[in-house]
Nanobody, 128 residues
Framework: QVQLVESGGGLVQPGGSLRLSCAAS????????IGWFRQAPGKEREGVSC????????VYADSVKGRFTISRDNAKNTVYLQMNSLKPEDTAVYYC?????????????????????WGQGTQVTVSS
């Protein structure tokens, strides 16, 4: 499995911004589909945004379109999730995940079990 280290979570006011980072060790993330998932207490883990392994195609959940941006820094072997205009309903533990693609990124981003390697998760709390 890929070793993934997440950072960037924290407490932020509604309307604020955070940038989550997912750094990989031992592999080149260029060959992996990468997903950001989140899980709130008592809820299922859900896909937030994913980026394809080759063409760089991206997927966003309807709830975050226009507010979140997924990107990759190849030199740092790191994937980012820029989160703007944060809302209280964005509060969750955010996880990054990686897997050589077996289907479309659109499909993988809906099914968390498509990904075999996961980071430890980072808490994002949006509250006044």
């Amino acid at each position: 499995q890929v070793q993934l280290v997440e950072s960037g979570g924290g407490l932020v006011q509604p309307g604020g911004s955070l940038r989550l980072s997912c750094a990989a060790s031992g592999v080149t993330l260029d060959y992996y589909a990468i997903g950001w998932f989140r899980q709130a207490p008592g809820k299922e883990r859900e896909g937030v945004s994913c980026i394809g392994s080759g063409d760089g195609s991206t997927v966003y959940a309807d709830s975050v379109k226009g507010r979140f941006t997924i990107s990759r820094d190849n030199a740092k072997n790191t994937v980012y999730l820029q989160m703007n205009s944060l809302k209280p309903e964005d509060t969750a533990v955010y996880y990054c995940a990686a897997e050589p693609p077996i289907t479309t990124i659109q499909t993988m981003c809906v099914v968390a079990s498509s990904f075999g390697s996961w980071g430890q998760g980072t808490q994002v709390t949006v509250s006044s």
